[in-house]
């Protein structure tokens, strides 16, 4: 089994909808990310959390809202999805405090907003 | 803060010739370096890493790539390439240690695709 899962794989939503894109890890690390990449940028940082109690935004938050429910579990939600969050979402797992600075990722989630 | 810069966005070769794919890094602070794989409709796979020691770093399908301090760079090569690597590289960097608004943060490069011919 994959050590970091996402569902949904593939989503297609309408602009002004909510929608959810969860992500759950069993690698008990206690760091978690969520990243999106667009062709030619490379993968941005959207949100992260060092632990259950610990929230930060990365450099494109706007428009994006996250949920640290358990150490093992970060959602990302997108309040009222736009086109231009059209993109592919990943998340992310580490544990620098095990000497894991390398990132663990997801399969990704292919998400379109029409 | 850091900023990484992949020379090439797209790189050609022929089916067993040999491969670089460039990267520089710029920081305030020493880094740890990677290179991750992304192969078609996939998620990101740790190729390599360098956190310390030997400046020559080996990783899996027989890449590698070598840290230089001075140049501030972290290119990826393999001797010989097969159709099998055909894929998007990612070279990416975090500041070791504790404390400043970067840590634990990696930042991404913004990819080479690397195509392989027969």
């Known amino acids: 089994d994959a050590d970091v899962t996402q569902t949904p794989r593939n989503r297609i939503t309408k602009t002004g909808k909510r929608i959810m894109l969860e992500c759950s890890q069993t690698k008990g690390h206690d760091r978690m990310y969520w990243y999106r990449q667009d062709p030619g940028l490379g993968l941005r940082l959207i949100y992260y959390s060092f632990d259950v109690k610990d929230i930060n935004k990365g450099e494109i938050s706007d428009g994006y809202s996250v949920s640290r429910q358990a150490q093992a579990k970060f959602s990302l939600s997108l309040e009222s999805a736009i086109p231009n969050q059209t993109a592919l979402y990943f998340c992310?797992?580490?544990?620098?405090?095990?000497?894991?600075?390398?990132?663990?990722f997801g399969p990704g989630t292919r998400l379109t907003v029409t | 803060a850091q900023s990484v810069t992949q020379l090439d966005s797209q790189v050609p070769v022929f089916e067993e010739a040999p491969v670089e794919l460039r990267c520089n890094y710029s920081s305030s602070v020493s880094v740890y370096l990677f290179w991750y794989v992304q192969y078609p409709n996939q998620g990101l796979q740790l190729l390599l890493k360098?956190?310390?020691?030997?400046?020559l770093v080996k990783g899996i399908n027989g890449f590698e790539a070598e840290f230089n301090k001075s140049q501030t760079s972290f290119h990826l090569r393999k001797p010989s390439v097969h159709i099998s690597d055909t894929a998007e590289y990612f070279c990416a960097v975090i500041p070791p240690g504790a404390g400043g608004t970067s840590y634990g943060k990696l930042t991404f490069g913004q990819g080479t695709i690397l195509t392989v011919h027969p």
């Open positions: 360098y956190l310390s020691g030997s400046t």
């Open positions: 992310a797992t580490s544990d620098p405090g095990q000497g894991v600075y390398e990132q663990y």
